[in-house]
């Protein structure tokens, strides 16, 4: 049933396997056989968990929801890279003809001390709902919104804000980071709200909550290195982190109390 | 069979007024009051997610739960094309009224049309409120808001952010609900997937979840619950559903007495990327904007594999059966003409179950540049599934799955048939008839999320009496023992098949009888066949590992065996509807050219279905609600 261009491949996976929290964890080595290079990576996983069971082991536990790169539910490190080595596309968008056959493929979670594991490859991302909770919104109540065209906002800038809100919170950026920084996430938040004049009013308040939040979950310290964007399937822009450390200023000077 | 619990609570008065009018009769629920009354909302997709946060605004204690690890995940983010509104920004002509006309005659009549004016009105609402949250919607050099046509409309009342508009408004409603929490009148439960609705005097008062990650068993009362939780379309197992998508806490709310209302009406979409092998999970759309300017077509003869052939030796199928709408025909014309196609053995790609979407032409006529700038993020996911690229060649698509207009019955303030329990998005079945227009499930998850249930739940509140019911009442401890012993039961089986073998063999047999066409001997064929399979899920479905930790065995068993009792309903349901309307063709009821007979003498109502089975014995009663068309004349919908 496959496309003419499909063919089958052989892989060795070691999976990151972790029973719970507080277990130490270890690869497990599983021989992918005959993987079509038509799947997607999640379909590959699929078929290995199905094998499992068949054999009467537990699968490993992996994110997933929409499979198509926009719910952020996905993760995984995959061959040391956060989604993967390809440029701007989540795990759930990766095929499996990216890969050689006979290749060794090491399935890992995202790791940073702010995104526990709660099973093998399952983190808890939740410390980035917190920060959002701290400012990442425009207070409007339902209804109190006049006409949409009122205010009118310059082309460039609404569309310098709508790629900076493009970001799909996934946390590859953390992961990629050797300082598991949240950086380009929260910056990213920011950036899009600080465009606009809808988030004009709050912008202070917000760039310093939301910064000490986010030193607050345990996350790092930007050192500038850009592993974040270049892991980003939205490749969200480090232009961002610029913005965020001006409002950041801007925040701290009239901050009160 | 008539049903005095099928009261609509339609409001007199002229189309226009009622709704101001209600707003005016309904009771309200003094400020001080409001932090009394708790309310729970499961899900967080549109719906869910704006009726959390501005239920939260108004002063009520709100709980919110979701499966997914954040409420900013739900299915509604991956919409692509728009949201639509009457503000006629453009000036070309369009106004509440037309909203609401085409919404009713786009659903071939089968919606309740003060729903659906309502909806239009509040449609406005909308955009400012998204706005003003910071909705990056596109605009244009001046600074204001850009508007596009879609899926076939004569105007263009669509606001959309590039590919994206889901996402957008989803992050909106999110941030609006994250306000909330921060101020504590929101409690946040993710990771939580509810098993059972609780009632307690026959009212609903609560919720039995699992923890998804300690596997416990919880009891949640409320004085309220509203249902937020989306479609049945992965009934079907493959869909353009995300692959956790499921119908488990509707139906688990339709077997506590909530009927379900037009189940057989499911929206097949005719532009997604083709089934490629048997480890297929998920199908995935590709924007119907594409019709805009790909042309659909197959060849002539037979057989023929070669996608390269000279232009005669094309059929260019939609633009010739349609001339005046043509590659624009509405989703359900376009998929169905793909199967037929399909059927005739003119199906192309390996598989011959595909049609081609060729931007040939509009490349020649606007350039590469033009048509990237325009389709060029579809064009990439494209080329990233199938290994082709489609500025050198036709895409290959074929109809999936996408949303379903059925859902559980509701009344105007969106009531199911249990006291308390409220229904909103698409969840419920209220507004879009036997098919939905592009662009409008975005608009009616937030109409009623933002607009609607604030109001109607108020009046609810105010209208009962609530005698203090906490987890420790006999009910919820009954409904926790049924939700752990089911669990049992299934760990229990040890069979030999996985649930996802069973939902795919289900998701066949969907697709087979109860797809793009239907016909009596099929259907009944799929009620056995779903029957016998669902007995067959009992006795030898394997589920693997331990309820008291994360397991996703364990939930996708839950959530197979709720959609082997839905699936047979579904088949019913289009065995009694005897028309074709809609997404629900019925090969017995079609004209001399194969275009959908509707019988609005016998089926201008909406069934609603009241359970009545026990155990792995289904059974259910057929109730109606009669629809009214005295604003929107009924008539036969034309494309030609």
């Known amino acids: 049933m496959a496309g003419s261009s499909a063919q089958s491949i052989n892989l060795k996976l070691k999976v990151w396997q972790q029973r719970g929290p507080k277990d130490k964890g270890q690869f497990l080595e599983y021989d992918a056989k005959n993987v079509s290079t038509e799947m997607s990576f999640l379909e590959m996983l699929d078929v290995m968990n199905e094998d499992l069971v068949k054999q009467g082991k537990e699968p490993i536990e992996f994110d997933h929801d929409c499979r198509e790169g926009i719910c952020g539910m996905c993760s995984l490190v995959i061959n040391g890279s956060a989604h993967g080595k390809d440029q701007a596309i989540t795990t759930c968008q990766l095929h499996m003809r990216r890969f050689k056959d006979g290749e060794t493929v090491t399935i890992e979670p995202f790791r940073a001390k702010a995104f526990p594991v709660i099973k093998d490859l399952v983190v808890d991302r939740s410390a980035f709902d917190r920060i959002i909770q701290t400012g990442g919104f425009v207070s409007v109540s339902t209804g109190a919104a006049q006409d949409a065209n009122n205010l009118p906002v310059g082309k460039e800038k609404s569309d310098r804000a709508f790629e900076a809100a493009t970001c799909i919170g996934c946390g590859a950026c953390v992961a990629a980071c050797p300082n598991a920084s949240a950086s380009l996430f929260v910056s990213a938040k920011i950036a899009h709200l600080a465009l606009l004049p809808q988030g004009e009013v709050e912008r202070e308040q917000r760039a310093y909550g939301m910064v000490h939040k986010m030193d607050e979950e345990g996350f790092g310290s930007c050192t500038n290195i850009g592993a974040c964007s270049a892991s980003c399937p939205k490749e969200i822009s480090l232009e961002n982190i610029a913005i965020m450390n001006r409002e950041f200023l801007r925040g701290s000077l009239t901050h009160r109390k | ?640």
């Open chain 2, 1 to 640: 069979m008539s049903n005095q619990k099928l009261d609509s609570k339609v409001p007199s008065g002229d189309i226009a007024d009622k709704w101001e009018k209600h707003k005016f009769d309904m009771k309200l629920v003094n400020p001080a009051n409001k932090r009394k009354f708790e309310i729970i909302v499961v899900g967080t997709g549109l719906a869910g997610a704006s009726a959390a946060a501005s239920l939260a605004e108004l002063g009520y204690k709100v709980k919110s739960f979701c499966i997914q690890d954040s409420a900013r995940r739900a299915h509604s983010i991956a919409a692509q094309g728009g949201i639509n509104a009457a503000k006629n920004y453009p000036s070309d002509g369009d106004s509440v009224y037309r909203l609401f006309y085409d919404t009713v005659k786009g659903g071939d009549f089968r919606a309740r049309e003060a729903n659906v004016y309502r909806l239009a009105q509040v449609s406005n609402n909308i955009i400012d409120q998204c706005v003003a949250q910071g909705v990056p919607f596109a605009r244009d050099y001046g600074g204001m808001l850009t508007n596009r046509s879609f899926g076939g409309a004569q105007v263009s009342r669509t606001f959309y952010a590039r590919g994206q508009t889901g996402q957008q408004l989803l992050i909106g409603a999110y941030s609006a609900m994250m306000k909330e929490v921060g101020k504590g009148t929101i409690q946040l439960f993710d990771r939580r997937e509810m098993l059972d609705l609780v009632l307690v005097d026959g009212v609903a008062r609560g919720i039995t979840v699992r923890n998804l990650v300690s596997g416990e068993i919880e009891s949640h009362s409320a004085h309220a619950v509203v249902l937020a939780t989306g479609g049945y379309g992965n009934t079907y197992f493959l869909s353009t559903n995300a692959k956790n998508s499921n119908a488990t806490a509707a139906w688990r709310c339709h077997k506590k007495g909530a009927y379900f209302a037009n189940p057989c009406f499911t929206q097949i979409h005719p532009t997604c990327i083709p089934v490629s092998g048997d480890y297929q999970s998920k199908l995935t759309l590709m924007s119907e904007s594409l019709r805009n300017d790909g042309r659909v077509w197959v060849p002539k003869d037979k057989g023929v594999k070669e996608w390269n052939i000279p232009e005669e030796q094309r059929d260019y199928y939609l633009e010739r059966i349609y001339p005046s709408f043509g590659n624009l025909v509405p989703r359900d014309v376009a998929s169905r003409q793909a199967k037929f196609r399909v059927d005739e053995g003119r199906g192309v790609g390996t598989s011959g179950v595909a049609v081609y979407l060729d931007f040939k032409d509009a490349v020649q006529r606007m350039g590469q540049e033009a048509v990237s700038e325009k389709y060029g993020n579809l064009f990439q996911m494209y080329e990233k599934i199938t290994g082709e690229d489609p500025y050198k060649q036709p895409m290959r698509i074929y109809p999936a799955v996408h949303y379903t207009m059925g859902g559980l019955w509701v009344d105007y303030n969106l009531q199911s048939t249990i006291p308390g329990l409220h229904v909103l998005g698409e969840a419920n079945f209220s507004d879009h008839g036997a098919n939905r227009l592009g662009a409008s499930a975005l608009m009616q998850g937030l109409a009623d999320g933002y607009f609607v249930i604030p109001y109607t739940i108020g009046h609810f509140l105010a209208s009962h009496k609530h005698p203090e019911v906490t987890t420790d009442h006999e009910a919820f401890k009954a409904s926790a023992n049924e939700v752990r012993q089911k669990s049992e039961q299934l760990l229990g089986i040890k069979g030999k098949k996985s649930p996802d073998e069973f939902h795919r063999n289900l998701g066949k047999v969907m697709w087979e009888y109860v797809g793009m066409s239907r016909s009596a001997e099929g259907l009944k064929k799929a009620q056995i066949e779903i029957s016998n399979l669902r007995e067959e899920f009992w006795a030898n479905v394997n589920v693997i590992g331990d309820p008291k930790n994360k397991n996703s065995e364990l939930e996708k068993a839950g959530r197979v065996a709720d959609f082997l009792e839905l699936g047979e309903l579904m088949a019913r349901d289009a065995l009694e509807r005897e028309e074709s309307c809609g997404g629900h063709f019925r090969e017995e009821h079609q004209t001399a050219e194969n275009e959908a007979k509707r019988n609005d003498e016998d089926f201008a109502h909406a069934a609603a279905w009241e359970y009545s089975g026990q155990d792995l014995k289904m059974n259910w009663n057929r109730h109606r609600e009669e629809l009214n068309f005295e604003y929107v004349k009924l008539a036969t919908r034309s494309y030609k």
